[in-house]
């Protein structure tokens, strides 16, 4: 299958956070010049320590700029529950967020990322996460909103 | 985040909107804690990279740092263990409201990660080897 827009970017060097987040605001037509900067430190979890998937949290960043709140009284419901159908869905096709599980590997550890960049993981399970991830959360950010209530 | 971008000087119409989905972890789903997601951003937006050529060590070490240093005041990252409250449902998110646990640990877990990350962002960078 033809490589999605943020395995495209993955492939020229872009880490899972970067690149997923990329993607989306490059579909959207979202420009910004803290895009991807923001996402940098989400690599391997945080800074390789192994937590949530960085494609997860791009994915989620994503969500917050197209159905986020900017002032603390706006709703959020919308972005919440976009978020959680999102995490769920992931884990149903990958198994897990958390890095450590997914990679099976420690990247917080200079030996660590070079066994890592030595392996098949970086293709067989990042990359698969990050295409996974942008397919999903298009999916979810493209659907048409239900007609409101009083319609 | 939006704190440390008004401490900052850094306006941009994503902020704070870029942060909404992480509250109680992911959605309420208990993972990393927001204050914690969005100290990472604000790393990011002062030392993160444009380009898969340029560096990003730097924006590594201070989200590593901070993390260890998180952990070492609050005892963990995640919104499950700070809170010890399940924050996925309804009924967890009322018994949430009613309780002491937004004032006694968020705003405490909120105030650490600002205080750290500012104390990080603002710390002068060293000499380069070659001065």
């Not at chain 1, 698969?128 to 397919?135: N, S, V």
């Not at chain 2, 306006?11 to 100290?39: H, K, Q, Y």
């Not at chain 2, 070490?61 to 005041?73: G, P, S, T, V």
């Not at chain 2, 399940?86 to 409201?97: I, K």
Request: with cysteine.
């Amino acid at each position: 299958m033809e490589p999605n827009r943020a395995q495209q970017l993955a492939a020229r060097g872009y880490s899972s956070g970067r690149a997923v987040l990329l993607a989306v605001c490059q579909e959207l037509g979202i420009e910004n010049e803290a895009i991807p900067r923001i996402a940098t430190a989400f690599a391997g979890g945080i800074g390789g320590r192994g937590d949530v998937c960085g494609s997860v949290v791009g994915s989620v960043m994503a969500i917050g700029l197209r159905h986020g709140q900017q002032e603390p009284w706006q709703d959020c419901d919308k972005a919440y529950a976009l978020a959680q159908e999102f995490c769920r869905r992931f884990e149903q096709e990958m198994g897990s967020l958390c890095c450590r599980e997914l990679t099976g590997m420690d990247l917080s550890t200079p030996e660590g990322r070079k066994a890592h960049m030595s392996s098949d993981v970086p293709i067989r399970v990042c990359l698969r996460a990050i295409g996974t991830a942008f397919d999903l959360v298009m999916e979810l950010l493209e659907r048409p909103d239900p007609p409101a209530a009083d319609d | 985040m939006l704190a440390v971008c008004q401490e900052l000087g850094i306006e941009n119409e994503l902020v704070p909107r870029i942060a909404t989905a992480f509250g109680g972890g992911i959605a309420g789903r208990g993972d990393v804690c927001g204050s914690v997601v969005g100290s990472t951003m604000a790393i990011g937006l002062k030392y993160g990279r444009e380009e898969p050529s340029q560096p990003r060590d730097k924006a590594y070490a201070l989200a590593q740092e901070f993390c260890r240093r998180f952990q070492e005041e609050m005892g963990t990252l995640s919104c499950r263990e700070l809170t010890g409250i399940d924050l996925s449902t309804p009924e967890g998110r009322d018994a949430f409201y009613s309780s002491d646990v937004p004032i006694r640990v968020c705003l405490r877990a909120g105030g650490v990660a600002f205080r750290l990350v500012m104390e990080l962002l603002e710390r002068p960078d060293p000499p380069a080897a070659d001065d």
